[in-house]
């Protein structure tokens, strides 16, 4: 079985079964999503749009995941099918979130057992297969990926290099797709409506996992744009011993759908995400919070001081927790800290938002590796955010007196009104007063009444250099020492007046002394 | 990069910073070490030994792995080194815990950056090499895995086959030993001392794992006989989300001993593990509680019945919760279900015991994958564990009507006592009333008081079938429709002493006007 490569060293290889093995990391089908996403999102595809949809191909049930990034060439798909080769980098100061160089595998495997992409680059038009039944069927000891690259001759003639055609042989033997015309039309369908632009990859995924009832384990029919994972398994998807304070009524929409999933993915998001054909409203989940209050944490094995973004929740008191991305993605949603994990009511609503780039994902990107760090990371939160749901208490108090609803269960809108241009992506912020909720569905730079920001040409608004910002005063801190002040010189006071009593009756007793005195002297001068 | 193989495809390929992608899935270092010692227990080296330890190499600190297994081969080392090869079988009904053919590389790679293995089989000395740090400084951009076997001449030399030539340079290069005696050395050491068998396979992992301040990950000197997960990281190690209601006190010790840990790895355990030269008592958790009560979960996705084994923990209440295995090996500890969720004191002190065969591990064998299968079985554990401490506090209360002290907090002993042979193995059943904690720390078959299992030849006194067994009865259930019954009579007395009263009044209305009657027609007559 070993193959040696030039220094006569055997290889390391790959069992077909290991497909499998790597994708059980995804425990949560969206998790898996969330990998094909990120790679058309970073930096070496840069896909401006990306679509997710259903479709049946010869009867078979596929999942399709499309983009219009720069396509791959032969080269980069027989990485993409291959294990751990991640040479991306920064662009433009961009970074990229797949390090790990497994998404592609990872993830297309844990949604199905069959999978193969198109792929069109400036450059060729390639396909490449990854198909657990394929290497089952032909009795494979080492996974194989056939991968074609199709040349235009002229016209519409399209040759196949004679290297590749062992590859097509068994793409068309062992795909949903029996014809090379079937394949290009395949790599046809890239084209995007209404664009000039005609690279990008489109991913079919067919094959797709089955409960053990032999239903598909997502459901398409309860909301037609959406596609969400069936109540009856998200309702105990979580761990109960996860979250075991948590009624079922309180499980984020996030996590049973996918578009609801898709609009808080990125921090920052710059790619607009379709599911089924409709936009997905991205969320600036950092600028919808009400009170916010910019706090920072500084690790001691990170020189910069790491901002924390706190807030309310406008539109739950019931989703609450820490956000924490990695590298502008998502990596724990609504993770509960500090004072939220006690049976009490503090921190309820209180959402925070941090980017923790010195943390390291699990393979699965859905939690952070343990580590020191880590667990540092966590306590700190959970004291950052015990005092900011001290201050906003303390601010309200003082601000009114009288009002007794607690701050989480009180109308709260949010601070600021952003909206995302549906041409250029760029963000927006409308002017204090505007319901968000009445904009159009489809807004555009020209419909902003802030004519410095009213064109696609220009840029967004700076955001407030994190590094000048300082953190909130935290008022609640001084009101806290003015009390002890307080205290401290009512006491003094108090001592102060028990010496002065004590003085007085002294002197009243040495009065009293003297009379008597006074008396025995006269007594004595009468007798 | 593509080597193509005979069938003209392209291979799938390996990156050798997959290596450290691969190992991230074990967050908790007892998870990799585990990996290695399930390898060792598995029917395909079916070894009745295993040695941790940690040395020291020309100044380097180590982890060595060692068994009195089989040993490996050629072929059998690349597949070690290689993905997924995991063609285990089950051995005369011992069924393998390797499914995955990865623990070796994910475990090895999270303890360390470099592994060596040496291993003597019947047929041969072989050594393989996994190692990121050589993989860095050749340059690879695949991973290559040198393997070199000896072969004995005659007396003490030994010889290289020519295809084996590369891989004894860069082993001798690039891993800690840098002559082919030093190797040789490494092979002998396997021997093991007092027995004939000189087969067996030894690990050592080298650039060991440090935590962020530079120390290593483990504590070797709070207990010389112990590998432990040092306080300041495993006290905050479990995320908090996971156990928000679990104060640090209660966390289980298998959490931050490898000895404690290794005590309860196997439901049925049937090889030593020594730590750091002293044996590991091994725990039959399900036999060492007090209250046992047997019931059984039958899963619609399973023929049979799976047998459950629920007990208050003798040692401390503070530990509870579901002990799950698959097949023989312990995947959650302590998993919290039902009403032991909840802010009561439900379910508290109540240990359950299940073998889920038919549930899949993830890929770090820490949890099961996410399915509806496993959501049923929680569920339902759930409410077999409220059963349970429904029955066990009725019964109390039954037995002793004026005991106040919750079952929980009242002392307790193991139903039963076993001992294991240090000799054969076996688990022997001691007689009621016999202190455990009073026998030698060396116990033979020979010291039983039972005369019938007096010898190591004997086999072990055989478990009650589970087919046969019947659940226990659920008595308070009895009691429950008993007292509904009861109720039910108690009302249908009422009823009846009602309809009583009624009929008497109306007889008595009757007697009255009855009377009346008769005056009216008196008064009649004399007029
Ligand atoms: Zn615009
Ligand atoms: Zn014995």
Chains 1, 2 share one sequence.
Not at 22 to 31: K, V
Not at 380 to 390: A, D, H, V
Not at 502 to 522: D, I, P, T, Y
Request: aromatic fraction near 8%.
């Amino acid at each position: 079985m070993a193959a040696l490569p030039d220094r006569g060293v055997p290889l390391s290889t790959l069992s077909p079964k290991f497909l499998h093995t790597n994708s059980t990391s995804h425990t949560w089908p969206f998790s898996a999503i969330a990998e094909l996403i990120d790679n058309a999102y970073d930096p070496d595809v840069s896909a401006k749009q990306f679509w997710i949809d259903k479709t049946v191909v010869k009867g078979e049930l596929c999942l399709t995941f499309m983009d219009n990034g720069n396509g791959l060439n032969h080269e980069t798909i027989h990485k993409m099918l291959s294990f751990g080769y991640s040479d991306k980098v920064a662009v433009n100061g961009l970074e990229p979130i797949g390090i790990y160089g497994n998404g592609f595998k990872s993830g297309s495997m844990r949604l199905g057992k069959d999978a193969i992409v198109f792929s069109r680059s400036s450059s060729s038009s390639c396909v490449g297969m990854l198909s657990q039944t394929y290497l089952e069927m032909i009795n494979a000891n080492q996974i194989v990926v056939p991968i074609v690259c199709f040349e235009k001759k002229n016209s519409n003639q399209f040759s196949v290099r004679k290297k590749d055609e062992a590859s097509l042989r068994d793409i068309l033997r062992y795909s949903l797709f029996s014809t090379k015309e079937e394949l290009l039309a395949e790599i046809n369908a890239i084209h995007i409506p209404g664009s000039q632009q005609e690279t990008g990859t489109r991913i079919i995924i067919w094959n797709l996992r089955r409960t053990s009832t032999g239903a598909p384990e997502f459901d398409f029919d309860k909301d037609r744009y959406d596609i969400q994972i069936p109540s009856e398994i998200y309702e105990t998807m979580q761990d109960p011993s996860q979250h075991p304070n948590r009624p079922n009524s309180y499980i984020p929409e996030s996590v049973y759908s996918l578009r609801a999933y898709c609009s808080i993915l990125y921090l920052k998001p710059r790619m607009q995400v379709m599911v089924r054909g409709h936009k997905v409203k991205s969320e600036l989940i950092a600028k919808s919070l009400a009170f916010i209050r910019k706090d920072h944490y500084k690790p001691i094995f990170v020189k910069k001081r790491i901002p924390i973004t706190f807030g309310y929740n406008t539109k739950s008191k019931d989703q609450y927790g820490i956000m924490m991305y990695h590298k502008n993605r998502l990596i724990k949603a609504y993770e509960r800290v500090g004072c939220q994990l006690k049976a009490n009511n503090m921190g309820v609503g209180v959402i925070g938002v941090i980017e923790c780039n010195f943390l390291d994902p699990t393979h699965n990107k859905q939690s952070f590796i343990e580590s020191d760090k880590y667990r540092k990371t966590m306590t700190n939160l959970g004291i950052k955010l015990e005092e900011y749901w001290n201050e906003i208490r303390y601010r309200r108090k003082k601000e009114n007196p009288n009002d007794t609803v607690p701050v989480e269960d009180a109308m709260k809108r949010p601070d600021q009104n952003w909206v995302q241009c549906d041409r250029c992506l760029h963000w927006r912020k409308l002017p204090d007063g505007i319901d968000c909720s009445k904009l159009p569905d489809k807004w555009f730079c020209r419909m902003n009444p802030d004519p410095q920001f009213r064109s696609c040409l220009v840029e967004e608004e700076p955001e407030d250099s994190d590094d000048d910002q300082p953190s909130y005063r935290k008022t609640y801190k001084q009101q806290e020492r003015e009390d002890r002040r307080q205290q401290e010189q009512k006491m003094q006071l108090e001592l102060k007046h028990h010496e002065e009593r004590r003085l007085n009756s002294l002197k009243k007793q040495g009065e009293a002394l003297g009379r008597q005195h006074e008396n025995l002297v006269q007594q004595l001068n009468q007798t």
